[in-house]
């Protein structure tokens, strides 16, 4: 007999592993986080379509998809590694991010999003995440090296300070381009150098930043 699927299994199924997205961790992290959880009452029936849902102050909770692509492509190993994440908003990716890394170190300009969620997050159980607000544009010195830098926001390059912040072998991800599309960049830091990839277009909320 077959068993119908609930929305999380569906957005699973159907969002993500039919667009390719196969790292079983950022798979089981997805299945384990329940995005209902950091939308507003009145959006809890569509927390698991295919789309950015508002989260107040004009921002957004990414598209589950972009979640996953972008956590996919910092290439994490379950219970290792310290990532930084500019933009923590709702703090759902922060969530996924948690449950793969031993350690989150999460940048929020908006002070009233990330005290909503760090009090989200510590109810939710999550004790590896440090919460920081200011502009994750400086990214935070004080925890770095970091094994991967994800960037929820984006702009026309990526800042400078972020680079310099990561480990060897390093990976950041963040939307790069003008104001109504980017493209998804995945920057390697190889020694002094950096590789850069495009992955595939989106649309973000813009990072806000005087030093960019
Ligand atoms: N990943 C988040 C989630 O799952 O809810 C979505 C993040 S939302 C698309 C982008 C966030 O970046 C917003 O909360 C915004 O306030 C934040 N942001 C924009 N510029 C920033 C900056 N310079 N430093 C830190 N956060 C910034």
Known sequence: ??????????????????????????????????????????DRLQAYGD??????HNQTISQPYMVAVMTERLRLRQGEGTVLEVGTGSGYQTAIL??????????ERISALSNKARQRLTGLGYNNIRY???????????????????VTAAAAHVPRLL???L????????????ASSQT????TRVANDVHCQDIVNCVFVPLISETI
């Open 1 to 42: 007999m077959a068993h119908d699927l609930n929305p999380l299994q569906q957005m699973i199924k159907n969002q993500l592993i039919a667009r390719g997205i196969k790292d079983e961790a950022v798979l089981e992290a997805m299945q384990r986080v329940k995005r209902h959880l950091f939308v507003s009452e009145t």
């Open 51 to 56: 789309f950015p849902l508002p989260i107040g």
């Open 98 to 107: 948690a449950e793969i890394a031993s350690e989150v170190v999460t940048v």
């Open 132 to 150: 920081i607000v200011g502009d994750g544009a400086l990214g935070c010195p004080e925890y770095a090296p970091y094994d991967a830098i994800v």
């Open 163 to 165: 680079v310099e912040q």
């Open 167 to 178: 480990r060897d072998d390093g990976r950041l991800v963040m939307p790069v381009g003008g």
């Open 184 to 187: 998804l960049q995945v920057l």
